[in-house]
């Protein structure tokens, strides 16, 4: 029987006592929240680059993820 995204559940075991249960995994909460996570340190990063060295946002994201990270790591 096919499952419906949103009724995932995950089989979960405790490694010290053995304890085992399930618990519900909202799929579309995970994406979202991590669509926003990557949203939010984009911005960061092109916020602390544009205001060290005065490129442009567009600029800034013309860099690749990596480039624009080890920037922001130097500054």
Do not use: K
């Not at 089989?11 to 991590?34: K, M, N, Y």
């Amino acid at each position: 029987m096919a499952h419906q995204a949103e009724d995932v559940q995950l089989d979960l075991t405790c490694p010290s006592c053995g304890h085992a249960w399930q618990t519900a995994f909202d799929i579309a909460a995970f994406v979202w929240r991590e669509l926003d996570d990557w949203a939010q340190r984009t911005l960061h990063e092109i916020h602390v680059i544009a205001s060290a060295y005065g490129w442009s946002e567009a600029e800034i994201l013309e860099l690749s993820a990596r480039r624009r990270q080890t920037y922001v790591e130097m500054l």
